[in-house]
């Protein structure tokens, strides 16, 4: 079974901190990566996606993929309630038109 | 936003009927799912289409079935409700197998 894993969280930033979000899986063969946020209630939003290794930037938040040590995080700069939510990570099982979902993380920004 | 319009958004339901949920695209994407989300469960894969009547199954596919007749169209059916498929459903689309999927706003199912 192909798997994508996250704790759980919460995770719980005070406000204008970084959040560090990750990632791990065990399919070797996944290119790229995709990260949700989640309010409560409400349907994922894609916010990053990241095909290569390194690092990719948009805005406060940074993606980061290390195809080796096969673990994907994100970084979020200068933390915002509004941030709060949950983050799940996906990734696509080789060779089909799947995405495995983590369970997701969720964030709690504190004012 | 990616054009995606679940129908109906709510519904509560009997133990035995049959129920039809409808993921409608407008944005030409070959790729349709369905997923359901339950606590504690995250998003499971039921069923995909990758183009007009060519469907496959996902992780938790057994009482669903699927039927995808034209492009812009993916349907969902419980063919005979259980409470255990009490979820709320999201149907993705995505351009290809390697890009984003995008998300419905979902379908919250109840079935008593």
């Known amino acids: 079974q192909k798997e994508v894993e996250q704790n759980s969280g919460p995770l719980s930033v005070p406000e204008g901190a970084i959040a560090s979000l990750n990632c791990t899986y065990s399919d070797r063969g996944s290119q790229s990566f995709f990260w949700y946020r989640q309010y409560s209630g409400k349907s994922p939003e894609l916010i990053m996606f990241?095909?290569?290794?390194g690092d990719k930037e948009d805005g406060r938040f940074t993606a980061q993929l290390n195809k080796a040590s096969q673990y994907v995080s994100l970084l979020i700069r200068d933390s915002q309630p509004r941030d709060s939510a949950t983050y799940l990570c996906a990734g696509p099982a080789s060779n089909t038109g799947k995405l495995i979902f983590g369970q997701g993380t969720t964030l709690q920004v504190k004012p | 936003d990616a054009g995606i319009t679940q129908s109906p958004r709510h519904k509560v339901t009997e133990t035995g009927t049959p129920v039809t949920l409808r993921c409608h695209q407008t944005e030409n994407h070959r790729y349709m799912y369905w997923y359901r989300q339950d606590p504690g469960h995250g998003l499971r894969l039921i069923h995909y289409s990758y183009g007009v009547k060519d469907t496959d199954k996902g992780e938790v596919s057994d009482g669903y079935s699927v039927s995808r007749s034209k492009t812009e169209d993916f349907l969902l059916t419980l063919e005979s409700a259980t409470s255990s498929q009490t979820s709320v459903y999201f149907c993705?689309?995505?351009?290809?197998?390697?890009?984003?999927?995008?998300f419905g706003d979902g379908t919250r199912l109840s079935i008593l």
């Open positions: 993705a689309i995505s351009e290809s197998r390697d890009q984003p999927q995008h």
């Open positions: 990241i095909y290569s290794n």
